[in-house]
């Protein structure tokens, strides 16, 4: 079956940097656009950023963009996100997510994608 499993989250100081990480199995990787949500607490779930299944589109929240980059190895069936100059409000839990054959914005706004990850906890203090 589908598992999308997310590592890297952890605890760090404003202004620091965490690369999480999304391994994939049970899928054809390169099929599917790959993105980014986070959901803190007494929140909804939200977009954070996207690649598309082509790797030729990304597309970020307005929130972290210029601070997070993500990108994808597709011989490893892995999508990273590389966050930089963190700050409290980013404290959330992360989920990775999965959606087949579509472009980075399609993955954004969705009602649904097709496979999600359970999270990783990411923790900025201030």
């Known amino acids: 079956q589908v598992q999308l499993v997310e590592s890297g989250g952890g605890v760090v100081q404003a202004g620091g940097s965490l690369r999480l990480s999304c391994a994939a199995s049970?899928?054809?990787?390169?099929?599917?656009?790959m993105g980014w949500f986070r959901q803190a607490p007494g929140k909804e779930r939200e977009f954070v950023a996207a690649?598309?299944?082509?790797?030729?589109?990304?597309y970020y929240a307005d929130s972290v963009k210029g601070r997070f980059t993500i990108s994808r190895d597709n011989a490893k069936n892995t999508v990273y996100l590389q966050m930089n100059s963190l700050k409290p409000e980013d404290t959330a839990v992360y989920y990775c997510?999965?959606?087949?054959?579509?472009?980075?914005?399609?993955?954004?706004?969705?009602?649904?994608?097709?496979?999600w990850g359970q999270g990783t906890q990411v923790t900025v203090s201030s």
């Open positions: 049970g899928l054809t990787f390169s099929f599917y656009a």
């Open positions: 690649i598309g299944w082509s790797g030729s589109s990304t």
């Open positions: 997510a999965a959606d087949r054959f579509r472009t980075a914005l399609e993955l954004a706004v969705r009602r649904d994608r097709d496979y």
